[in-house]
Structure formats: C-alpha cells, structure tokens
Nanobody
Framework: QVQLVESGGGLVQPGGSLRLSCAAS?????????AGWYRQAPEKQRELVAV???????TYAQAVKGRFTISRDNAKDTVFLQMNSLKPEDTAVYFC?????????????????WGQGTQVTVSL
C-alpha cells in the first residue's frame, strides 16, 4: 500500500526556516509525474504552494516565490519543501501530493496521493 509520510513541521518565529519532508513507500510516487505541496490555513481553502515536475522544473505560488524551494530525491522517493523567511501568513497545515495513476476497471486513470498533513505555525 502506498503511503506518504510527512515530517518537519513545527513552531517557528517569523523569519525562521523549516524543511518539510515527504517520504513515499510502496511505490515510485515522486519520480514519474508531478509532485507538489499544498497548504490549508484555518477558514481557507487548500491552495497550491509549489510543484516540481518529473523533469525538475518548478512552479511556486506568488506568495512564496523567493522564499520556498521544492526539491526531490528520486533514490529515496522523497520530496522536500525548504521554507525560509517564514511569515505568520504561512501558518497552515501542509500536505504533500504526488500525481500518479491507478486502475479503474480496465483503465489506468489519474490519481492523487496525499500526505497526512503537517502543521506549520509561524508566530512569536
């Protein structure tokens, strides 16, 4: 069974840094298709933070450009999110995401794998 296990969340002061990790087991999750990080703050919708393609190209939400970096380690089937210069508005539950496929009857269809979420709180 495929599982995505997140780690690295916590409490930090504004201006601080955190490094989130998301390790996949049970399959090659982050090496074939896009992987990404999402976040959901209280009373807000889940939003895309960063995406990395299988070829290594990256895309970031405007709010985190220049501060966050997404990366992957194919050998460990793990994706990371380095978060620098954190702001209180970065406070949210962060979810890793891996694009993949699964069987549906006779077909292979798109499927999203999700981490369990890790809390990031930026506060004095």
């Amino acid at each position: 069974q495929v599982q995505l296990v997140e780690s690295g969340g916590g409490l930090v002061q504004p201006g601080g840094s955190l490094r989130l990790s998301c390790a996949a087991s049970g399959g090659m999750i982050f090496t074939i298709y896009n992987a990404g990080w999402y976040r959901q703050a209280p009373e807000k919708q889940r939003e895309l933070v960063a995406v990395i393609s299988s070829g290594g190209s990256t895309t970031y939400a405007q709010a985190v450009k220049g501060r966050f970096t997404i990366s992957r380690d194919n050998a460990k089937d793990t994706v990371f999110l380095q978060m620098n210069s954190l702001k209180p508005e970065d406070t949210a539950v962060y979810f890793c995401n891996g694009k993949h496929v699964r069987r549906s009857g006779a077909l292979w269809v798109p499927y999203d794998y999700w981490g369990q979420g890790t809390q990031v709180t930026v506060s004095l």
